[in-house]
T-cell receptor, first 115, second 114 residues
Framework: GAVVSQHPSRVICKSGTSVKIECRSL??????MFWYRQFPKKSLMLMAT?????????EQGVEKDKFLINHASLTLSTLTVTSAHPEDSSFYIC???????????FGDGTRLSIL | QQQVKQSPQSLIVQKGGIPIINCAYE??????FPWYQQFPGKGPALLIA?????SEKKEGRFTISFNKSAKQFSLHIMDSQPGDSATYFC?????????????FGQGTTLQVKP
């Protein structure tokens, strides 16, 4: 149980395009989803927290207009990287939990490469 | 005060050895301490977690030791195998809070030699 699916697993696109990443909880209802960014050989950096039906809460230093997060249903959250540039290239990982006090379960990440 | 400090950064052991990874935290409001295992190109997978009301928790070959007074906790991997080679992250959070934000340690890359 507690499977989180992330799509796509890898995307390569040109500078200036927008990229959408989907995060789905397959066998539970995710009241809260989290989006992380991870640089090579580094730890996970929380970007934002989203509760279903509410606006996302962004961490300090994360541009909300750059990284648009939507959590419209209890099983789906999306991260859109708008007007992506090479410095946005990274490994983006989502996680989800089904309520306070419950563990976070992670997707397998999306490797984003901007040329 | 939000930091979780993890050591060592990397660790090499022989098959059958017992690698130990340590973490320390400052915020006494943390009440949930999970360990995650991450293989290259994959997301972290929850291994085992502990709450501060117990000093030790064991699941299979993985054991967490927790020292509340010292604000430290550690992961022990018994009878380690080459398949355990991965990066391990400790984390801490106020698990019962509405946000449940995880604060991650810096990670430990473990290599288990055959």
């Amino acid at each position: 149980g507690a499977v989180v699916s992330q799509h796509p697993s890898r995307v390569i696109c040109k500078s200036g395009t927008s990229v959408k990443i989907e995060c789905r909880s397959l066998d539970f209802q995710a009241t809260t989803m989290f989006w992380y960014r991870q640089f090579p050989k580094k730890s996970l950096m929380l970007m934002a927290t989203s509760n279903e039906g509410s606006k996302a809460t962004y961490e300090q230093g994360v541009e909300k207009d750059k990284f648009l997060i939507n959590h419209a249903s209890l099983t789906l959250s999306t991260l859109t990287v708008t007007s992506a540039h090479p410095e946005d290239s990274s490994f983006y990982i989502c996680s989800a939990r089904d309520g306070p006090g419950q563990p976070q379960h992670f997707g397998d990440g999306t490797r984003l490469s901007i040329l | 005060q939000q930091q979780v400090k993890q050591s060592p950064q990397s660790l090499i052991v022989q098959k059958g050895g017992i690698p130990i990874i340590n973490c320390a935290y400052e915020n006494t409001a943390f009440d949930y301490f999970p360990w995650y295992q991450q293989f290259p190109g994959k997301g972290p997978a929850l291994l085992i977690a502990i709450r501060p009301d117990v000093s030790e928790k064991k699941e299979g070959r993985f054991t967490i030791s927790f020292n509340k007074s010292a604000k430290q906790f550690s992961l022990h991997i018994m009878d380690s195998q080459p398949g355990d080679s991965a990066t391990y992250f400790c984390a801490a959070s106020r698990g019962s809070s509405n946000t449940g934000k995880l604060i991650f340690g810096q990670g430990t890359t473990l290599q288990v030699k055959p």
